[in-house]
C-alpha cells in the first residue's frame, strides 16, 4: 500500500510550530542564561521546543484522523507553555508572545470556540507550573529578551499570513481548475446530448428530438400567433434503389438529400431524419402557401439532379406531405400524423408530387 497522504492542516501547523519554537528557544535561551537556569531547566526546554515538534507531527500523521489529533496537538503546546509561563512567574513579553501564538492557532481552526479552548489549555498548564513553582509573579524580562520577543512574534506572525497568502492562492487556483473541469464537463454533456439527439448518418436530428422540440415550438407559435408547417418529405421508389446499388449508394444519397434540405432551411426551420427514407422539415412561421412553394423548389431541384454511381447515373424525385397549425391541428402527434397521411396520399396518386392534408383535426 502506498504512503498516505498529509493532511495540509498538519503541514501547516508543522511548519509554524517549528519556526515558532525555533525562535522561542533562541529567545528563551538569553532569558535561562539571565535566571542562571539549572541544566534540567535547559534539557526540558530544548526537548519541548526542539525535539516535541516531530513528535507531534509523527503522532498527526499517523492518528486515523489527522485533523483532530492535529486540533489535540495544539491544546497540548498551549498546555505545555502553560506550564513554563506559570513556573517561571509570568514573565510580560514572554507570556504575551506565548498566549498570541496559541491562541491565534487555535481560533484559525476552530473559530471563537477555539479561543476558549486555547485559554483553557493554558490555564490547565498553569495550574501544574504554579503547583510545582509556586504562586509568584515576574512580569520583567531584560530589554534584549523583550526585544526578542518582539521580533520573534511578529515573525511568526509574517509566516502565519504569509501561509495563510499562499493557501488562498492555492484554493484560488484549484477553484479556476475546478471551474474550467466543470465548463468542459458541461460542454461533453451538451456534446452528447446533441449527438444523442442526432441521426449519425445525415447529421440530422432524429425523431425522438422531434418528439421533444415540435411541442415547445407549437406553444410558442400560439402564443405568437403564428402558424406552422410540417413538411414531411420522403424519396421514391428508395428501396429500389438500394436493391439495384447497393445500401452505400443509398445511403450517399440519403446524405445528399439531408444536406440539400438544411441548405435550403430557413434560420427557424428544423430538418429531421424521421426514419428510413422519410424526413421532415418543420417550418414555424411559414404558411401553406410559402412551404408548399419551398416544397416546389425541392422536388424539382431533385428531379434534376443526377447522383453518378460508378458507370450508371441515378435520378431520384421526392414526394410530400403537408399538414398546418392552425388550418389542421394543434396537437403536435396528430399535426405529424396529419402529415405523414398526406404524404401517403402523394405516394399513391403516382409520387413526384405535394399532397396537403385534410383540413380538420384528426380524432382519436
Known sequence: MGTRATHWT?????????????VLFVVLAFYLAERGAAPLEWI?????????????????????HQVRAELQNL????FLFGIWVAYWGFPLWITFSVFTAVTLNQVVFESLRGLWHSLLAL???????LAIAGAHFRPDTSLPVSMLCIVGLTAYLWNFAYAAFTRGVALQDSRRQLEAQLTEITTLQEQLQDQASRDPLTGLYNRRHLEDRLADELNSC???????????????????VNDTYGHPTGDAILRE????????SGPRDVVFRYGGEEFLMMLPGVSLADAQARAEELRVEC???????????ITTTLSFGIANYPEHDLRSDALVELADRALYAAKVNGRNRIEFAEPGPTRG
Not at 490555564?123 to 507550573?129: F, K, L, R, S, T
Not at 438529400?257 to 435550403?264: D, M
Request: hydrophobic content about 55%; charged content about 25%.
Open 10 to 22: 498538519v503541514r501547516l501547523n508543522a511548519r509554524n510550530r517549528s519556526v515558532f519554537f525555533a
Open 44 to 64: 526540558l526546554l530544548g526537548v519541548n521546543l526542539l525535539i516535541y515538534p516531530w513528535v507531534a507531527l509523527f503522532r498527526a500523521r499517523a492518528a486515523r
Open 75 to 78: 491544546l497540548f503546546d498551549g
Open 123 to 129: 490555564a490547565a498548564g498553569a495550574a501544574i507550573g
Open 222 to 240: 400560439r402564443r405568437d400567433g403564428l402558424p406552422l408547417t410540417l413538411v414531411m418529405v420522403d424519396i421514391d421508389q428508395f428501396k429500389l
Open 257 to 264: 438529400l439531408a444536406g440539400l434540405l438544411a441548405r435550403r
Open 303 to 313: 428531379e434534376a439532379t443526377r447522383v453518378a454511381v460508378d458507370d450508371a447515373t
